[in-house]
């Protein structure tokens, strides 16, 4: 009779306790990726507080999952240079006698340039070309763009107008790490504007310009956690993802970056979630960089101080996943790590469609610098990147899952699965049903068998 006890009591009881592991649910990534793309983040630009926010939302999100930090509160702190936008930004043209003669539409007709020595201010002038100067085509961002805007701003230049045929509601990202304290006023305007412009300055007519360009050195961080593995001697697996994006425009409009790349570091956060409860040999270190629109600075900061030995460690990083738009999953890789590359292009191409890709604009390239093997995934669409229609109407939630298949087929081939339990952690509300149901069924059994007695 004991043992027949022990049997239903077990019986029951497991009835009540949860056999299913702990999977990647894509409805995570996706309700991740619709928070960090919302309004509350401001587009997450590097030294904004709605940057800030996510940093303290990833963190949140690490621990809930059980990753440790790997530096003192998840954050590893370094300092940027970013354009932010604060004020308004206006251009207005005046007759000889300081009427008002126009005033043209924010993101229709102009809109600021950061790029180059761009610097914010305002100024009222003369059209004319001791002050002000007329560009036909808006100069990529470089070294030598640097170096004639200097010129132009050493020759008595206050402010640059320049043509620009593309949609005004496009914000770049801007690169180069320089310091300084002047600038020039820098505008883009449609190219009718521009004729427009050329006319008032035949008639000797005042332009009033007014840039909100605030181009300051910021402290941001990466977040940084690490699930550690049962081997120490081996190296580790890093899996990352930007959080950073543009930011906001002067009249309010938010670059919300679902695509690019709220989408990438949810992804992240899921994976972690979905690995919480298994073991591997191998550390497997969680990084969600910064900076990222500002040149890959913090992906470039982590690789020279992260305090690891990367020596063979390898990358994966998530950036744009989840388009819309018929792409394959694509191999982002430097030229130089190509064999790396290829070897995951043949372990992933019977299983998943992707293909390779060899450009260095992602945070797989300062890693694939330094000789560490290094690649991104991602659903290269471009179409909506950087304006304000890449919100979480841009994703798709269903290609979530190939990106993670191609992460469980890499991890599973390079590492060992140490310890994966079935059971999830058991409700104690189930466990007290199941005791009081077996004590319910153990008295009726002895009920029955003491009456057949």
Known sequence: ??????????????????????????????????????????????????????????????????????????????????????????????????????????????????????????????????????????????????????????????????????????????????????????????????????????????????????????????????????????????????????????????YSGALDNASGVALLIETSRALKNTSYDRDIIFVAFNAEEEGLIGSSYFVKNSGLDLKDAEVINFDMVGSKQDVPLSILSSSSRSVFSRSMLELLKNKIKCKNIYQDNSDHAPFCYQNINAVTFIHDDTSKIHTPMDTIQNIDINRFDDVFNALNIYLESRTKLVYNPKIEQISFTNIIIGYILALILLQTISFIITKRE
Not at 41 to 50: E, F, Q, S, T, V
Not at 90 to 117: A, H, M
């Open 1 to 254: 009779m004991k043992r027949l006890y022990a049997v239903v009591l077990i019986l029951i009881c497991l009835l009540f306790t949860s056999f299913t592991p702990i999977k990647f649910n894509k409805q995570n990534v996706y309700e991740i990726t619709k928070e960090l793309s919302s309004d509350r983040y401001r587009g997450r630009l590097a030294g904004d507080k709605g940057n800030k926010l996510a940093e303290d939302y990833i963190i949140s999100q690490f621990k809930k999952n059980g990753i440790k930090p790997l530096y003192k509160d998840f954050r590893q702190s370094f300092e940027v240079y970013v354009p932010l936008i604060e004020g308004k930004c206006t251009l207005k043209i005046f007759s000889n006698e300081k009427k008002l003669i126009k005033e043209y539409k924010y993101g229709e007709d102009f809109k600021e340039i950061i790029s180059g020595l761009s610097q914010g201010g305002r100024i009222f002038a003369k059209l004319d070309d001791k002050t002000i100067k007329f560009e036909s085509k808006l100069s990529t961002e470089s070294l030598s763009s640097y170096e004639y805007d200097k010129k132009l701003f050493n020759d008595g230049i206050k402010a640059v107008i320049y043509s620009f045929d593309r949609m005004m509601r496009f914000r770049s990202p801007y690169k180069e790490q320089i310091d300084y304290k002047d600038g020039l006023i820098k505008i883009s305007v449609q190219t009718n504007v521009l004729k427009e412009l050329e006319e008032f300055k035949k008639q000797g007519y005042y332009v009033e310009i007014q840039s909100p360009v605030n181009y300051k050195k910021v402290k941001v961080s990466n977040i940084v956690g690490i699930k550690e593995g049962k081997d120490k001697n081996l190296p580790p697996i890093i899996l990352s993802a930007h959080f950073d994006h543009v930011g906001f425009d002067a009249d309010g409009v938010i």
